[in-house]
Structure formats: structure tokens, C-alpha cells
């Protein structure tokens, strides 16, 4: 891959990880309600609506775990597919992880 197109890629990737981190007014609501509830050291990195169970994924440092769209319930542990036994918690971990790591494996020297 020439240089302009190795710059164009990684624009596009931090364009692409912002948009997606970009939280909504309710994830925002959420996440100030959920904070102070977590204790006086824990710091919430984001808040982010799942496609399952109307549950709202929370990341704190590299803890995940799930409320409810008022934060009155607090859900800790992995999220499966019932039909299939599909850990979509693992998926999410595994997703973020390869995320932190393809921006250190491009810019390694070669």
C-alpha cells in the first residue's frame, strides 16, 4: 500500500472510531446516572445501546458490563445467544481488542 493510501485508511478508520464512539442523549443520561452509582474511583469510558434486550452496554476501563435504559439495574457477565450459546460479550472484548492493536501494527515499522 502506497503512503497516500496508508493516510486515506487511517483517516478513515479514526473517522469511522469516532462516529462510533459518539454517544446519543440517552446513552449520555445513562451514563451520568450510572457513574456516581459505581463508586468514587470508577470512571465510565462509554455507554453504548446493544441490539439485544433493550440492555445498554457500560465500559469502565476494561470492565463491561450492562444496564437498564434508566440505570436502576445493573446486569455483570457475558450476554449469550440463547438459540445458540453465542457469548456476544466475548465478541465485543475480541472486536476492541483486535481495535487497540491494528493501529500499533500500522504504524511498526516495516
Avoid: W
Amino acid at each position: 500500500m502506497n503512503e497516500n493510501h496508508e493516510t486515506l485508511a487511517i483517516a478513515i478508520l479514526a473517522l469511522v472510531s469516532t462516529l462510533a464512539s459518539a454517544e446519543t442523549a440517552q446513552e449520555t443520561a445513562i451514563k451520568n446516572l450510572i457513574e456516581p452509582r459505581l463508586g468514587e474511583n470508577v470512571k465510565v469510558d462509554s455507554v453504548s445501546q446493544t441490539p439485544y434486550g433493550g440492555l445498554f452496554e457500560v465500559r469502565a476501563g476494561a470492565d463491561i458490563f450492562y444496564t437498564d435504559d434508566k440505570a436502576k439495574y445493573l446486569f455483570v457477565g457475558h450476554v449469550f445467544e440463547a438459540q445458540n450459546s453465542h457469548d456476544l460479550t466475548k465478541d465485543r472484548i475480541r472486536r476492541d481488542h483486535q481495535n487497540q492493536i491494528l493501529p500499533i501494527c500500522r504504524s511498526s515499522p516495516r
